[in-house]
Nanobody, 127 residues
Framework: QVQLVESGGGLVQAGDSLRLSCAAS????????KAWFRQGPGKEREFVAA????????YYADSVKGRFTMSRDNLKDTVSLQMNSVKPEDTAVYYC????????????????????WGQGTQVTVSS
């Protein structure tokens, strides 16, 4: 069974740091574009960050730029999202996604571009 499994969510205070991870099983995603999306209460799913298959290129939503850092380890087939200086508005369920290699250069911010999704991990930031 092909799976992406997120971990690392939890309850933190504003200004704290948190690190999310996403591990793959069932097949390799080492050559896929990877991304993080989030869905806050009563909101639509929104793009957070993406990384190209090689890990050398990253792309962030304006709302997290300068605070979040996405990285990947293709040997372990994992991706991470380091979240610093979190804010209450970062409260959401965070989803890991994988898409075709070309996705990074064509629609990386669109959820429709991704074929595989994890179940999500809850991040709650208190003020």
């Amino acid at each position: 069974q092909v799976q992406l499994v997120e971990s690392g969510g939890g309850l933190v205070q504003a200004g704290d740091s948190l690190r999310l991870s996403c591990a793959a099983s069932g097949r390799t995603f080492a050559f896929h574009t990877k991304a993080w999306f989030r869905q806050g209460p009563g909101k639509e799913r929104e793009f957070v960050a993406a990384v190209d298959w090689g890990g050398g290129l990253t792309y962030y939503a304006d709302s997290v730029k300068g605070r979040f850092t996405m990285s990947r380890d293709n040997l372990k087939d994992t991706v991470s999202l380091q979240m610093n200086s979190v804010k209450p508005e970062d409260t959401a369920v965070y989803y890991c996604a994988a898409g075709p290699r070309s996705t990074y250069h064509s629609g990386a911010h669109s959820a429709k571009a991704y074929d595989y999704w994890g179940q999500g991990t809850q991040v709650t930031v208190s003020s």
